[in-house]
């Protein structure tokens, strides 16, 4: 049963504007995907979060330039601003990596002191017509 979402940052701008409404779906049987973005249960922030998976489990991210590579690719994110940030990341089996859209405005995975979220944290989804999403 789908519900509705309350944006509560800046964090995900431009798409995501603070105090906006988005339907959201549980994953259900459906795989978490690069790009997706995702409502997260933070235990280290106690609260419920909106963040874009960026890192899968087993990959390694490297973020430099205001670029990220995965697995030394290059991952092609229009919907991000890049970030002065520089960090590398070696995502454990059954985790995610959550960041901002709004990258150097974020609270997300590069301050976060577990910068990990396991993959029961993740609750859901966002869908809607013009919601960016990665590849």
Do not use: C, N
């Not at 049963?1 to 944006?7: A, D, E, I, N, S």
């Not at 909106?50 to 489990?57: E, I, N, Q, S, Y």
């Not at 919907?79 to 995610?96: N, W």
């Amino acid at each position: 049963m789908p519900w509705l979402t309350v944006v509560r940052s800046g964090s995900m701008e431009p798409a995501l504007r603070d105090g906006s409404l988005w339907l959201t779906r549980s994953f259900g049987r459906r795989a978490v995907r690069r790009g997706d973005v995702v409502v997260a249960d933070s235990a280290e922030l106690g609260r419920r979060i909106v963040k874009r998976v960026v890192g899968l489990p087993g990959e390694h991210l490297v973020l430099v330039d205001g670029r990220i590579t995965v697995d030394g690719r290059v991952l092609d994110e229009p919907y991000a601003s890049p970030s002065v940030f520089r960090g590398t990341f070696r995502v454990p089996p059954g985790h995610y990596l959550l960041l901002g859209d709004d990258r150097d405005a974020s609270d997300d995975a590069r301050s976060w002191r577990q910068p990990y979220l396991p993959g029961e944290a993740l609750v859901g989804w966002l869908v809607g017509r013009g919601l960016p999403t990665g590849t």
